[in-house]
Every structure is written in C-alpha cells, then in structure tokens.
C-alpha cells in the first residue's frame, strides 16, 4: 500500500531545502554509476528512454511562450466515435527556466515529481511543459504526464508525474477463486465515455458499481466510497479511463482480480499501450456491448482468467525498482535538453537516445 500522504510531501520539501548546486554537481556521477549498475539492462533502458522520448532531431527552445506554436485542431485522419481520439487538437504548453519550477498553482504533485529530477540540471536551462491531465497533442516539444496513443504525439515527451495518485501498487492476498463473481467499480463519473458505461451497466445484475464525486453531479448512480481493500474481494475490477488514464489501473492489475476494461486510449510512463488484450486484461468494446459475455466467459474459464492475473502482476513489476525508474527520468530529460542544443552528454547517453 502506498505511504500516507504527508510522508510523500515531506519528502519532497526535503528534496526541496537541498541546494541545486549540490544535485547539479552530480549528475555526471550518477548517471555513470548507475548505468554500471544496470549494464545488463541497457536495451531496456533504451527503449524505455526512446518510449516516452520518441524526439529524434534537434530542435530550439524559445525564451518567450508566444514563439511556440498556436493552439490547432489535428487535421489527419482521426478514429470515429466512440473513441475518445476522435477530437483531437494541438494544444500551447507552458514555457520557463528550470529556475522557476516552483510550488504554485500546478500543484504540489506536478512540482514535487518534476522537480525531484529537474534539480539535477542546471537553473538556466528552459523546458516546454503542459502539467495536469493532458488527453491532446501538443504543438511543440514539452514535457507531460499523459499523451493520446496515437502516431503523432512524438511532441509529448512523458515523465513520471503525478506518482501518487498514480503509481500505487498492493499485495492481495485472496485468491481469484475467492472472489466475488461481481464486477466492482467506484469512481467519479464525469467524462462522457463514463457515462455511457453507467448508462448502460449499472442496473446490470453482473455489477456493482457507483459514482463517488460530486453528490449533484448524477444523482442517480450515488454510492459509498469503498476502499481498495475491499475492492479486492471482487473477481472482476472495472478500470475505466477519466480525464486521461484511469487511476485505479496500476493497483489493479497488481491485484489477484481481473482487470476488465477497454483498449487503452491513452498512456503514461506506465506504457499503457504496451498491455495487450487477453494477456494483461479482459477487453471489452468501446461501446461496452460486450461486457456480460466477457464476464461469463472468465467465471467458468479461471484458469485463463488467473494467467491474465499473473502477466498483469509481471507486468508491472517493471515499475517497482524505484532507483531504475529514477535513472531513466533523468534521462529522459537528459535527451530533451540534449536534443534542445542545451546540453552536451557522454558518448553512452548518444547511443542509448537513438531511436530504435
């Protein structure tokens, strides 16, 4: 389970109280000690690197936000509805030094978990960045959270942001077999692709499910909060995306129930596009027509059901080695100022930043 609250804002007021100096004059060091350390796992690095940094040609920051590209809509070919893909645009990000990465109205998140890598790199040096849920494409290189899966968001250069709410993984205990046969979900129910699955399932016998935000907001389909421990008793979880991914994801698919959901639309540093129907999840459709037969299929097919499970926790023990994710953000941001004519990097770092 993930730590309490103000342990995670302690940490990163700590981080915040070292001087810069003292970070900046070591990066060079950790870099090479930990690319010793993790010698057997250079091809991950690199595609991992090259995953959330898809950039491959140099390119110029400018000092002022009004010289980056407009706001445009995407005029290339877009999936139809129901995809949530299918009204896309570029977005502005913000722009500024790394001097003025402060505690402000972003949030607490958003500066704590950029700034536990941005203090490796020198205070001069600018960035493009667009923090929050972020479901479009970007106008020009920057840094964010969340990017559309689609052939040409290569302009969204991902880091680990948001970790708390996001990347929280548990122990479960009870096995499948002891589960529930219920689908189970809890969550706000806001966005239209949402709405739609409540419109359809929720008087669904198959299912327990409710919406836990605004009491004013569809009353109708008002429950209790329930806490993730209790979720854990139910075979089949609901995963379903909000403003950009779904939260619950990462703890469910660490879980021993089955995660039910629809094809990803939308990615993280979690690599959401890399999970794979029928081997990390049960799919179902977009239009969530299929749910009930997904649902039988698993109750009277454990044994396919439990090898799901297990990919899924495989999957994201990818995640759980906290010093190697930390190596590759840094070098991620590494390639962005590197290919920002900001900086100069070792011989290593070229090679591993070469896009497969």
């Given at each position: 389970m993930k730590e309490p609250r103000f342990i995670y804002g302690l940490k990163g007021i700590c981080r915040a109280l070292i001087p810069r100096i003292i970070t900046q004059s070591t990066i060079e060091y950790k870099i090479k000690t930990l690319l010793q350390i993790y010698n057997n796992k250079l091809d991950t690095i690199k595609q991992r690197i090259n995953y959330y940094n898809k950039l491959h040609n140099n390119f110029v920051i400018p000092t002022?936000?009004?010289?980056?590209?407009?706001?445009?809509?995407?005029?290339?070919?877009?999936?139809?509805?129901?995809?949530?893909?299918?009204?896309?645009?570029?977005?502005?990000?913000?722009?500024n030094t790394l001097k003025n990465n402060i505690y402000d109205k972003s949030g607490s998140v958003y500066y704590f978990d950029s700034y536990e890598w941005t203090r490796y790199f020198s205070d001069s040096l600018y960035w493009a960045f667009m923090f929050y849920d972020v479901n479009q494409l970007l106008s020009f290189p920057a840094i964010c959270k969340s990017r559309p899966i689609i052939?040409?968001?290569e302009n969204s250069i991902i880091l680990q942001l948001d970790k708390y709410r996001?990347?929280?993984?548990?122990?479960?205990?009870?096995?499948?077999?002891?589960?529930?046969d219920l689908l189970f979900f809890r969550g706000a129910i806001y966005q239209d692709h949402r709405i739609r699955f409540f419109d359809k399932h929720f008087n669904n016998p198959q299912c327990d499910i409710g919406h836990v935000g605004n009491k004013d907001s569809n009353p109708q389909w008002l429950k209790e909060k329930v806490s993730i421990k209790n979720h854990l008793s139910y075979k089949f979880l609901l995963s379903l995306e909000g403003y950009d991914?779904?939260?619950?994801?990462?703890?469910?698919?660490?879980?021993?129930?089955?995660?039910?959901?629809?094809?990803?639309?939308?990615?993280?540093?979690?690599?959401?596009?890399?999970?794979?129907?029928g081997i990390h999840y049960a799919e179902i459709d977009r239009n969530y027509d299929n749910l009930d037969s997904i649902l039988e299929y698993y109750k009277t097919h454990t044994k396919e059901a439990k090898e799901i499970i297990r990919n899924a926790n495989l999957y994201c023990k990818n995640f759980y080695d906290k010093r190697f994710e930390g190596l590759l953000n840094i070098l991620v941001l590494r390639k962005y100022f590197y290919l920002s004519n900001q900086?100069?990097?070792?011989?290593?770092e070229k090679e591993l930043f070469k896009n497969l």
């Open positions: 002022n936000r009004d010289d980056l590209p407009q706001d445009s809509p995407y005029t290339k070919k877009l999936p139809s509805y129901p995809s949530r893909l299918c009204y896309l645009n570029f977005i502005k990000p913000n722009l052939k040409d968001n996001h990347f929280q993984f548990i122990k479960d205990s009870i096995r499948f077999e002891d589960k529930k991914v779904a939260s619950n994801l990462k703890w469910i698919l660490s879980s021993n129930s089955l995660c039910i959901m629809s094809k990803p639309e939308i990615e993280t540093w979690f690599m959401e596009d890399k999970l794979i129907s900086i100069e990097v070792t011989q290593i």
